[in-house]
């Protein structure tokens, strides 16, 4: 079945780049995400990639994606104290009648 | 819109007691999922929904749990009887269909404490 993998945890010093990753094995992911979980939240998507492309920039956030690799990331530039959350890191599979599989979640803690 | 609402936020019940959380999607939403979210295990899927039928309740633990949507507006998730690793933060999210890229909508949770 599908699985998504990513480490636990992430610390940074504020003005820093963060790069938290991400595995997948579904090769028919149509969509990868990265959700944002705050404290006594719930999960809000913060970016998306959709799997033909390689690369997608938003702001501060840079979404990597190797399919050959399966292997995903995203790049905080000039990481902030409001970036301090649980990431997820999940994707869609062109069958999965909407169904989404998340990762664990990565707790990026940033210094002050 | 409001968002996906869910109550009650928190719940401290004791073991072997009935517990029935719930859950309004989005107006307009056409699947809705029930998430369980612990330390250990991290963020599963419990059971979804697409017009009201079940989809997949592959994830729901054992025959304690049961959920149900009877009409659009109103889902609910019944732990019946409960036990203390039950205890975790129980998310409802709700998606349209054939809306890429298919974001989830995530209500604010319910933290279950069974004692």
């Known amino acids: 079945g599908e699985d998504v993998e990513q480490s636990l945890f992430l610390s940074v010093r504020e003005g820093d780049s963060s790069v938290i990753n991400c595995t997948y094995t579904d090769s028919s992911s149509t969509y990868l995400y990265w959700y944002k979980q705050e404290p006594g939240a719930g999960l809000q998507l913060l970016t998306y990639i959709f799997s033909n492309m390689d690369m997608k920039q938003d702001q501060r956030l840079t979404v990597l994606l190797n399919k050959k690799d399966k292997h995903l990331s995203l790049r905080i530039a000039d990481t902030q104290t409001g970036d301090s959350a649980i990431y997820f890191c999940?994707?869609?599979?062109?069958?999965?009648?909407?169904?989404?599989?998340f990762g664990i979640g990565t707790k990026l803690q940033v210094i002050p | 819109d409001a968002g996906v609402i869910q109550s009650p936020r928190h719940e401290v019940t004791e073991m072997g007691q009935e517990v029935t959380l719930r859950c309004k999607p989005i107006s307009g939403h056409d699947y809705l999922f029930w998430y369980r979210q612990t330390m250990m295990r991290g963020l599963e899927l419990l059971i979804y929904f697409n017009n009201n039928v079940p989809i997949d309740d592959s994830g729901m633990p054992e025959d304690r749990f049961s959920a149900k949507m009877p009409n659009a507006s109103f889902s609910t998730l019944k732990i019946q009887p409960s036990e203390p690793r039950d205890s975790a933060v129980y998310f409802c999210?709700?998606?349209?269909?054939?809306?890429?890229?298919?974001?989830?909508?995530f209500g604010p949770g319910t933290r279950l404490t069974v004692t």
């Open positions: 999940a994707e869609i599979s062109s069958g999965g009648y909407q169904k989404v599989t």
């Open positions: 999210a709700s998606t349209p269909a054939g809306q890429p890229p298919n974001e989830q909508y």
